[in-house]
């Protein structure tokens, strides 16, 4: 009797957690609009906590010290905006000169594809619309993306706010909830550094990739180098699909400038070994100082995450994955699955973590 009673209550607690796995994808899926600010927001308070500890220590109060940290914030942030807005200018008044050499290239590409008998996606039974769709694809993708960089003022504003109410949050909660505070708060120190290490490893991943961009169009001539170097910094905080795509538009960009395919050809297998080089040496070397998931569960995160939230999903999959792991991990009844999806490294970093307390 004992025993059927343990297999019904274990059947509930499946379908329970099933049900409430359903219910927690639909509210991310349709929350976007407040969930989305809220994460980014808190993203980028955690990962500028330091800097606030850092003024504290050499400003005579708390309140310049803030003030501070959110004028440095801001600062980086201006100048974020500006360089998108720039490289997104410098790509839109470049298509719109060369037009005609697009449009060209793109008759050429469909004549051979037509010779062929090799299907094109988007060209309908009016080949000459191919183009047209192409380019209003072209046009979306950069309206959204003048679209997210805007929605980031919001989260500016979240952050401008939210910074100085941290502590007093952490003292109410301290105070609501005695038994499991330290949990608590050992969960969010948990979050905050993974988000931390997160960022620090792509931002350097990112310029050294941008960086590596921009020197090898100046060495083959290309125009927009730094252009194509900013695309690249920016693609690369997008796993593993950002690294293929930032090879495309230069390689694309260089037939139009140099004609023929030699040279189109040689940008594309530079950019492409650029590419290979850091994902095998750099990037593994960074990721062995923070949290490391593996490679199928990146490219499944970056799925689901883009499915929920679109691009900021994208961008913010491995960050979400990992604080996602980090809670699961931090309950006995989910840290069973928390260890199969990525292996020791959590469990390792939640040990080192509770003997640098002890």
Not at 264 to 269: K, S
Not at 289 to 311: E, N, Q, T
Not at 331 to 357: H, L, P, T
């Amino acid at each position: 009797m004992a025993v059927s009673e343990n297999n019904a209550d274990s059947i509930r607690n499946r379908l329970l957690a099933f049900i409430a796995v359903i219910l927690g994808v639909t509210a991310l899926r349709y929350g976007y609009s407040f969930l989305m600010p809220a994460f980014v927001a808190a993203f980028i308070i955690a990962a500028a906590w330091p800097l606030r500890d850092w003024f504290c220590e050499r400003l005579p109060s708390t309140v310049l010290a803030y003030a501070a940290t959110i004028l440095t914030l801001f600062l980086l942030m201006l100048a974020f905006f500006g360089i998108v807005f720039f490289s997104l200018g410098r790509v839109a008044m470049s298509l719109a000169d060369n037009q005609e050499s697009f449009r060209t290239l793109y008759d050429r590409l469909m004549e051979y594809a037509n010779a062929h008998n090799i299907p094109v996606p988007f060209l309908s039974d009016d080949e000459s619309s191919g183009y047209d769709r192409l380019a209003t694809m072209a046009r979306s993708f950069l309206a959204a993306l003048y679209a997210v960089v805007t929605y980031l003022g919001l989260i500016s504003v979240i952050v401008i706010l939210g910074f100085p109410e941290v502590p007093a949050l952490a003292r109410r909660v301290s105070q609501q909830y005695r038994e499991g505070r330290e949990e608590l708060f050992e969960t969010a120190a948990a979050i905050a550094s993974s988000f931390r290490s997160y960022l620090l490893m792509t931002l350097i991943a990112s310029l050294i990739t941008g960086v590596c961009s921009t020197l090898l169009s100046f060495a083959f001539g290309l125009e927009l180098a730094l252009t194509w170097g900013v695309l690249n910094f920016m693609l690369n905080f997008v796993p593993v699909v950002g690294n293929i795509i930032g090879i495309i538009p230069p390689a694309l960009y260089a037939v139009v400038q140099f004609g023929g395919w030699q040279m189109p050809l040689a940008i594309f297998v530079a950019f492409g070994l650029m590419q290979i080089i850091i994902s095998n040496f750099a990037y593994p070397w960074l990721q062995s100082k923070g949290v490391s998931l593996p490679a199928v569960i990146i490219v499944l995160s970056l799925l689901f995450w883009s499915w929920c939230w679109g691009m900021v999903g994208s961008l913010f999959a491995v960050p979400l994955t990992t604080m996602s792991l980090i809670i699961l991990w931090h309950f006995d009844a989910s840290r069973r699955e928390a260890r199969i999806v990525s292996g020791d490294k959590i469990d390792e970093e939640a040990q080192n973590k509770k003997g640098e307390q002890d």
